[in-house]
């Protein structure tokens, strides 16, 4: 089952029962392959940190906690920004990610060209990628295909069989 970086905020954190906070966002590893862990805030407090392997349940409703959030690490990977096609040419921006729920592995990233296309619903998504610098810099991704949302769902079905 999947789930999306952008579908896990906001929804509230529990742990022993009680609501210790609400998602703020998802944080991936340094080659952007798995869910490093949620940083969370509850209202003006200081930001806490739930590791992926404090996570027991991400579920549609809440994120289920297996231990106690605590202070955030001093490093987190630097988020990915641009994707780049393997010809040179820049493909667009990382909007979201998409999870497998069950061992929180990075499955496809989300890609808009431009903000007004990505709310006209025009997301490409890319299930190989390389994280480099491509211009000099951190945080780009190239990749040698893009899909859309059809073709990215046969392509789970057909790897589901």
Not at 36 to 43: D, E, H, S, T
Not at 143 to 155: C, D, M, N, Y
Request: glycine fraction near 10%; hydrophobic fraction near 45%.
């Amino acid at each position: 089952m999947l789930i999306t970086l952008n579908q896990l905020t906001g929804l509230p954190v529990v742990w022993q029962g009680s609501v210790v906070g609400h998602v703020d966002h998802g944080v991936m590893d340094a080659g952007a392959e798995r869910l490093m862990g949620l940083l969370i805030r509850r209202g003006l407090s200081a930001a806490k940190w739930v590791p992926s392997q404090g996570i027991s349940l991400m579920g549609q409703r809440c994120v289920v906690a297996r231990s106690r959030p605590h202070r955030m690490p001093s490093a987190l990977p630097a988020m990915i920004d641009r994707v780049y096609l393997t010809n040179g040419s820049l493909a667009g921006r990382v909007t979201d990610v998409l999870l497998c729920r069950e061992t929180q592995q990075a499955q496809a990233l989300e890609i808009c060209e431009s903000w007004l296309g990505c709310l006209l619903g025009q997301r490409r998504y890319a299930v190989a990628y390389q994280i480099g610098r491509h211009d000099g810099s951190a945080g780009n991704a190239v990749v040698p295909e893009l899909l859309s949302w059809a073709e990215l769902r046969q392509r789970f079905e057909e790897v589901c069989q």
